[in-house]
């Protein structure tokens, strides 16, 4: 029922910075952010409602991301700063609320060099 794009994803050095964006075809009560890295468990990033009243970030992340939204595109939006090698993963849009995320992204992906 939700069609979710990301985009943004690339390969960067470390230290660099990207934003990354989700597009959805319609809205749900969350949107968020998750990671897999090869040979690991997809990880929760960060998440934020439709009313953009909250947010909430991963330990490993907190201070480096941030998430916010939503635009009048249905679009979030990840900024990731001091991105670091062991941030390198495939990144995936989810949608639905924040215990039951019922959507998923393809995927974009994220590689940062030492």
């Known amino acids: 029922q939700v069609q979710l794009v990301e985009s943004g994803g690339g390969l960067v050095q470390a230290g660099e910075s990207l934003r990354l964006s989700c597009t959805a075809s319609?809205?749900?009560?969350?949107m968020g952010w998750f990671r897999q890295a090869p040979g690991k468990e997809r990880a929760f990033v960060a998440a934020?409602?439709?009313?953009?009243?909250?947010?909430t970030i991963a330990d490993p992340v907190k201070g480096r991301f941030t998430i916010s939204g939503v635009d009048a595109r249905n679009t979030v939006y990840l900024q990731m700063n001091s991105l670091r090698p062991e941030d390198t993963a495939v990144y995936f849009c989810a949608a639905g609320s924040l215990n039951d995320f019922n959507y998923w992204g393809q995927g974009t992906q994220v590689t940062v060099s030492s």
């Open positions: 934020i409602p439709w009313t953009g009243r909250w947010t």
């Open positions: 319609r809205r749900t009560a969350v």
